[in-house]
């Protein structure tokens, strides 16, 4: 199976890592000619801003839009939330795709940046929040909390779309990895998984 990530710069090699722990394919999208035959997606962390840029020379936006709207899985983290959010403070609304208000850097600078506790799904596990965004508003009855730190909602699923604020592509822990194989193997039914 092959997995797309968008790789125009942040932590798309480590996501690659996990895809191929997990004995799939990654594939690094970096134009529209890297887009056909996947089978799920994967928006990585990194700087938002500069992805958009990126993007303004590329349009590729509007593919990987229609694709996550086909169904397929599709994770993100942390920038990559902030591109797929569909009302984001300080920052504007890139591939709306997920119900959230999402708050750029609310945790303050790059020096605040940490390790914490983390619920995801089922388990518990340290995992780090780089110059991280919060989800700051649930906009609609379709977003299901799926992860926290604290008590803050550090992850949601939407239909199809997983987004985190968190890094667990640094982790690759057991849980993580069993959970994304799942995620990914169960195609366009992963709407009620
Ligand atoms: N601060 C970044 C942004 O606003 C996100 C940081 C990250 O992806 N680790 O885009």
Not at 4 to 33: A, M, R, Y
Not at 93 to 121: C, L, M
Not at 155 to 176: M, S
Request: charged share 20%; aromatic share 10%.
């Amino acid at each position: 199976m092959k997995v797309g990530i968008l790789s125009f710069q942040g932590s798309f090699l480590d996501h690659s890592k996990s895809v191929e722990l997990i004995g799939l394919t990654p594939i690094f999208i970096k134009n529209e000619s890297q887009i056909d035959d996947l089978d799920a997606l994967i928006f990585p962390g990194g700087e938002s801003t500069a992805m958009r840029k990126i993007n303004n020379y590329n349009g590729l936006f509007n593919q990987l839009d229609n694709l996550i709207k086909s169904g397929i899985p599709t994770l993100s983290t942390c920038a990559g939330t902030i591109l797929l959010a569909s009302e984001v403070i300080g920052g504007n609304p890139t591939i709306p795709n997920i119900d959230i208000q999402i708050t750029r850097n609310a945790y303050g600078r790059q020096t605040e940046s940490f390790e914490g506790s983390v619920s995801f799904y089922s388990n518990e596990d340290i995992y780090c929040f780089i110059r991280a965004p919060k989800i700051t508003g649930l906009l609609s009855d379709n977003v299901e909390v799926i992860s926290k730190h604290n008590s803050e909602i550090v992850g949601v699923q939407q239909d199809n779309i997983v987004a985190l604020t968190f890094h667990p592509e640094l982790n690759n822990d057991g849980y993580y990895l069993d959970w994304l194989h799942n995620f990914i193997k169960e195609g366009k039914n992963v709407r009620s998984f």
